[in-house]
C-alpha cells in the first residue's frame, strides 16, 4: 500500500521532465557534461539516495495491525531506549546517581547516532525526515515557481498596467506577515504536508517573480528581442522560446537555494504547533528539539548532528552543487570552460 | 513603381524633458528591387524611422503621424495582428550589432528555424505538408545562399566571428523572402573586408529575389558601393535627397557638403580633415532651431537662409545651395 501518493507523484513527474530533457539536443549535450564531471555525479547520486530513501518510506505494509514501511521493517531491529544515549554508548545517559550498575540503564541496541529524549534512533528519525523535506522542497517549488515565472516575465515584458497589478498583487502579499498568512492558511484548509506545501508555495513565490521580472525588463530591450519581434514571432512564443531560456540560471539559483530555507521554514511552523501531523518525523521538528537540548549538560549534540549534519546538509550541498553545474551545463556561453 | 512610400512620418517621444521631435515630417520611397540610403550623423533619427516603418516602436510613449505605403496598404493604419504578420514576411531587418542581435543561448540554426516557423508558406513556397524535415532544408539553404558552411546550423552565435554572425542575420532576415528589407548599419561593427563581403553579399542577394533594401548607414563609401538613391538626414528632417549619382556629383546642401568634407581622400595625405562644427543637438530641442534646422552649425549661413529649392529628381532643403555650388 503506499502511504503518500504525493512524493510518487513528484518522483514520477521528475523523471518524465528529466526524459523530456534528455530527449532534445540541448539536454542531451548538457547530459553529457554533466556526466563527465565526478563531483556532480557524486552529487547526483545523493539526491537519488534520499529520493529513494524518501520514496521507500512510501510504501507501507499491514505488519500486526499497524503500517509498515519499508524503512520501519528495515530498522525494525533497533530497540527504543529509555531516554537519551549517546552514538554507540552502551548505557543512557543523564543517570540517576546511585543507579550506574542498574541493568535498566543499558542500552537494549546499537544506536549509530544515540538516541533522542523519548528514545527513539536519531539515525532512523533522519531517515524518516527525509521524504518530508523533499516533498516539501519540491512541492513548493512546484507550486511557486510556475507562478513566480508566469507573474514575473508578464510584468516585466508588458509593463504598463500589467506590471502595476502583478507588482501591486507581490507587495500586497510580501507586506502580510509570512507567518500569519501561512498560520491563517492552514488554520482554514487544515494541517497535513500538502497545505504546509501549498502555503510556503503561495507566498514565496514573490522573490522569484521580482528576479524574473527585473532580469525580464533588462532582456527584452536587447538587440535580440527586438530582432525576434522583427522575424513577427508572436509575443507569447518570444516569451517563451527567447526569454525564458535566459532566465534558466536564475531559475534554477533560487531553486537550489530556497530548498533549505523551505526545510526551516517547515520547522518554524512545527514549533508553532502547526507543521506537519504528529507522529510525521520531520527535519524541522528535530531541529526544533535539538536546540533546546544543546543547552544541557552534559550536552545532548546527537540530534542536532544527526538532523543538520547528516540530513539537511547533504542533501542542500548536493542540490546546490548538481544546480550550479546544471546551470553552466545549460548555458551555452561557458561551454568549454571548466567551472 | 514605389513599393515603400513614407509621406510626412512624424515620431515624437513624451520624454522627462519635453517632447522629443526625433523624426520630424520626413518622406522618401524605394522602388522594387532598389537600395535607397539614409544617411546623416549618429541621433538624427535613421533608426527611429526604420523601427516606425517595422512598427517595433513601444505606443505607449511614442506619437506616430504619417502615412508609411507598403505596397499601397498604409501600415500606420493597419491592425496590430496585420502589422506583425508583415514583420518577418513582407518587412524584416538586419541590426547593427550581430554580436547582440543573436540570441545566446539559441543555436543559430534554431533561430533561423524560428524565423522560418512564422511564415513557413511563404518561406518554402508551400501550401500544406510542410515538416520539420522542409524547415530544416531551407535553413540548410539559406545557410549556404549566405556562403556559410552547413556545419553552423549546430553552433552558438558566440562560436561564430563577427561576418559570419552577420551572415546569419541575414539569412534570417531573408527566410522568407521580404519584400523590403531594412538594414540599420549592417556593416558599421565590422572590419572592412569583411564589410566587402557582406555589402557584396547583400548585393547578390538583392538581383536574386529582387529585394528593396533601405540602408541605414553613416558610411558614404558603403553608400556609394551599393545604394541607387538616398536621402540626408539631419535633426528629424530630411535636408536633401535624390540619386546616389546626383548627390555624390553636385551635392547641394551644406551638411552634405560637410558629410563629404569629412572623408579622408586617397592620395590627399596633406592638412587635417575637416568637420562639421558643433554637434547634433538632442531631439527635444529641434523645434526650438530655425526653420533650417542646420543653421547654427552651417558655415554658409547668411540673411537668405529662408527659401528652399527643388530641382527635379533632387531636393535640397537649402535654397542657397544653386548658388554656393562652386564656393
Not at chain 1, 563527465?36 to 520514496?55: D, Q, T
Not at chain 1, 504528529?278 to 538532523?307: C, D, H, N, Y
Request: hydrophobic share 45%; aromatic share 10%.
Amino acid at each position: 500500500m503506499i502511504k503518500n501518493i504525493t512524493l510518487i507523484f513528484f518522483a514520477l513527474l521528475t523523471i518524465y521532465l528529466f526524459y523530456l530533457f534528455i530527449k532534445t539536443d540541448n539536454g542531451r549535450e548538457a547530459f553529457l557534461k554533466l556526466r563527465s564531471k565526478k563531483r556532480v555525479v557524486a552529487a547526483f547520486l545523493v539526491i537519488c539516495i534520499y529520493f529513494l530513501v524518501g520514496f521507500l518510506d512510501q510504501i507501507s505494509f499491514q505488519i500486526d495491525n499497524k503500517n509498515k514501511t519499508i524503512i520501519d521493517l528495515i530498522f525494525r531491529g533497533v530497540p527504543q531506549e529509555r531516554t537519551y544515549s549517546a552514538p554507540f554508548a552502551n548505557r543512557v545517559t543523564g543517570i540517576i546517581p546511585g543507579t550506574e550498575n542498574e541493568e535498566r540503564n543499558l542500552v537494549k541496541g546499537t544506536h549509530i547516532l544515540g538516541t533522542d529524549i523519548n528514545g527513539y534512533d536519531v539515525f532512523y528519525s533522519v531517515i524518516k525526515g527525509s521524504g518530508t523535506a523533499l516533498i516539501l522542497s519540491f512541492g513548493t517549488g512546484l507550486i511557486s515557481f510556475p507562478i513566480g515565472i508566469l507573474l514575473g516575465i508578464l510584468a516585466g515584458y508588458f509593463g504598463g498596467w500589467v506590471d502595476d497589478l502583478i507588482q501591486w498583487l507581490y507587495t500586497t502579499i510580501s507586506s502580510i506577515p509570512w507567518l500569519l498568512f501561512v498560520i491563517a492558511f492552514l488554520m482554514v484548509f487544515g494541517r497535513g504536508i500538502f497545505w504546509i506545501c501549498m502555503a510556503i508555495g503561495l507566498t514565496s513565490w514573490v522573490e522569484l517573480a521580482r528576479l524574473v521580472r527585473g532580469e525580464t525588463m533588462k532582456l527584452k530591450n536587447l538587440d535580440y528581442i527586438t530582432a525576434a519581434r522583427a522575424q513577427g514571432i508572436p509575443v507569447a512564443r518570444i516569451l517563451y522560446r527567447h526569454i525564458l531560456p535566459n532566465l534558466n540560471y536564475l531559475i534554477i539559483i533560487t531553486f537550489t537555494l530556497s530548498a533549505s530555507s523551505v526545510i526551516l521554514a517547515e520547522s518554524v511552523l512545527t514549533f508553532i504547533g502547526i507543521g506537519v501531523e504528529p507522529g510525521t518525523s520531520s527535519w524541522g521538528v528535530m531541529l526544533v528539539e535539538a536546540q533546546k537540548e544543546l543547552t544541557r549538560s552534559p550536552i545532548i549534540w546527537w540530534v542536532f548532528v544527526g538532523s543538520s549534519f547528516i540530513g539537511i546538509l547533504p542533501l542542500v550541498l548536493s542540490l546546490n552543487i548538481f544546480g550550479d553545474a546544471l546551470r553552466d551545463a545549460l548555458d551555452p556561453r561557458v561551454k568549454g570552460k571548466d567551472v | 513603381m514605389s513599393l515603400l512610400r513614407v509621406e510626412d512620418l512624424n515620431v515624437h517621444f513624451h520624454t522627462p524633458t519635453g517632447m522629443a521631435y526625433a523624426v520630424d515630417g520626413i518622406s522618401f520611397q524605394i522602388n522594387k528591387g532598389k537600395t535607397h540610403a539614409l544617411v546623416g550623423e549618429s541621433g538624427c533619427g535613421k533608426s527611429v524611422t526604420s523601427l516606425a516603418i517595422m512598427g517595433l516602436l513601444s505606443p505607449a510613449h511614442t506619437k506616430i503621424s504619417g502615412k508609411i505605403f507598403l505596397n499601397d496598404k498604409n501600415l500606420l493604419s493597419l491592425q496590430k495582428y496585420e502589422v506583425r504578420s508583415l514583420r518577418g514576411s513582407e518587412v524584416s531587418m538586419i541590426f547593427q550589432e550581430p554580436m547582440t542581435a543573436l540570441n545566446p543561448v539559441m543555436k543559430v540554426g534554431d533561430q533561423i528555424l524560428e524565423a522560418i516557423a512564422v511564415h513557413p508558406q511563404r518561406s518554402l513556397n508551400m501550401d500544406s505538408g510542410i515538416t520539420t524535415e522542409h524547415k530544416k532544408n531551407r535553413v540548410l539553404e539559406l545557410l549556404r545562399l549566405t556562403g556559410l558552411n552547413e556545419s553552423v546550423f549546430h553552433k552558438y552565435p558566440h562560436e561564430l566571428s563577427g561576418g559570419m554572425r552577420q551572415r546569419i542575420m541575414i539569412a534570417s532576415a531573408l527566410s522568407c523572402k521580404p519584400s523590403l528589407l531594412i538594414a540599420d548599419e549592417p556593416t558599421t561593427a565590422l572590419d572592412v573586408t569583411t564589410q566587402k563581403q557582406i555589402l557584396g553579399l547583400m548585393r547578390d542577394l538583392q538581383l536574386k529575389t529582387q529585394t528593396s533594401i533601405l540602408m541605414i548607414t553613416h558610411n558614404l563609401g558603403v553608400v556609394a558601393e551599393t545604394c541607387h538613391t538616398m536621402s540626408i538626414m539631419y535633426a528629424g528632417k530630411i535636408v536633401e535627397s535624390g540619386s546616389v549619382k546626383d548627390v555624390f556629383e553636385v551635392p547641394c546642401h551644406p551638411y552634405t557638403k560637410g558629410l563629404f568634407d569629412a572623408l579622408p581622400g586617397i592620395g590627399n595625405h596633406r592638412g587635417k580633415l575637416k568637420a562639421i562644427q558643433g554637434t547634433v543637438p538632442p531631439a527635444t530641442e529641434y523645434r526650438k532651431l530655425n526653420d533650417c534646422r542646420f543653421y547654427d552649425r552651417c558655415e554658409f549661413k547668411d540673411e537668405r537662409c529662408d527659401t528652399q529649392s527643388n530641382r527635379p529628381g533632387h531636393y535640397s532643403f537649402c535654397g542657397r545651395s544653386s548658388n554656393n555650388r562652386n564656393s
